[in-house]
């Protein structure tokens, strides 16, 4: 399973093309089965963003779902379609790497991946040109291992022959020569538009289509909260409306905060980074259970970042 890069854009949203098309997309499901349209929706999200997924677009997904952040987040670090770290420019390379290939000779073609390109998979090359990982289900085991560079199955490559393709693809050669199609992009994405909509019939049969998207729920302000309040898990911190204060902070300059979880905090009561600097354990547990994935204020460390935010004012 993958997770999420370190490295995240601030914010996600779709194009207004891209917003028309995802608007229509969410209403071919009925709503019980809206589950069924992570898949096309995260398509559409990788491609906008140049095929990688950054948190933003799958909380952006979420939300425009009405989803939690886990459902989508598992959908796109299981399947090898989708992909959590930046590719290269130039090329993402994928080894098939199982332990049959392992007996052949993708040890040595992974080996030229860490040599040329990075140390670990799914990190970009130092250029920013090229990329690798391991997968497999290739389907290529009876010769050598099998690579998948720029859309192509690439079979039989030898390690001086690895080689040479990687120097063909750094100086733009065209490397089409002996390699066998793989399924382009666009019938990929049919094939999985037309996997999730027979689901969606299916369910359809049980219960009549609504073909009105689901506007998702706007966050209601709290109200203000001079002294805890405590409902069984950590203990909620002050709280303020908009309106008490006389400025507020752009919580999205807190990294792993994006615009959807600035919206949620705010609808939270929680606008400046003092707030944030001071929360205990207990305000941490009570944060952490309103938000769609666990584990994230600790992991993000948000309240440090906010206490170096106030110190550099």
């Not at 769609?292 to 440090?304: L, P, Q, S």
């Amino acid at each position: 399973m993958q997770r999420v890069n370190e490295g995240q854009a601030i914010e996600f949203a779709f194009t207004p093309e891209n917003k028309l098309w995802v608007q229509a997309k969410i209403g071919d499901y009925p709503r019980s089965q809206r589950v069924s349209a992570i898949v096309p929706l995260l398509w559409r999200a990788q491609e906008q963003s140049g095929g990688w997924l950054p948190e933003p677009a799958l909380e952006c997904v979420a939300d425009l779902l009405g989803l939690p952040y886990t459902d989508v987040y598992n959908v796109a670090s299981f399947y090898t379609m989708f992909q959590l770290t930046p590719r290269g420019t130039v090329a993402h390379v994928d080894v098939c790497y199982p332990a049959d290939c392992a007996e052949h000779n993708a040890g040595e073609l992974i080996e030229i991946c860490r040599r040329r390109i990075a140390l670990r998979p799914g990190v970009l090359s130092p250029d920013g040109r090229f990329s690798w990982g391991e997968g497999e289900g290739a389907g290529g085991c009876a010769g050598t291992s099998v690579v998948f560079i720029a859309g192509t199955a690439h079979e039989d490559l030898s390690a001086a022959e690895f080689e040479a393709l990687l120097d063909a693809l750094e100086a733009g050669e065209d490397t089409g020569v002996g390699a066998a199609e793989a399924t382009p992009a666009a019938t990929l994405e049919a094939l999985v538009q037309t996997v999730s909509l027979s689901e969606a019939a299916d369910a359809a049969l049980a219960e009549p289509a609504e073909q009105t998207p689901e506007e998702p729920q706007a966050v209601e302000p709290v109200a203000a909260s001079a002294g805890a309040e405590s409902d069984g898990e950590g203990e909620r911190p002050p709280a303020y409306t908009r309106e008490e204060l006389d400025e507020v902070d752009d919580l999205k300059t807190i990294k792993g905060i994006g615009k959807v979880l600035e919206g949620k905090l705010n609808g939270l009561g929680i606008f400046r980074f003092e707030q944030i600097a001071s929360w205990t354990e207990e305000h941490k547990a009570w944060v952490d259970g309103r938000l769609n994935f666990r584990g994230r204020i600790d992991r993000e460390k948000w309240v440090e970042q906010a206490a170096e935010r106030i110190a550099e004012r």
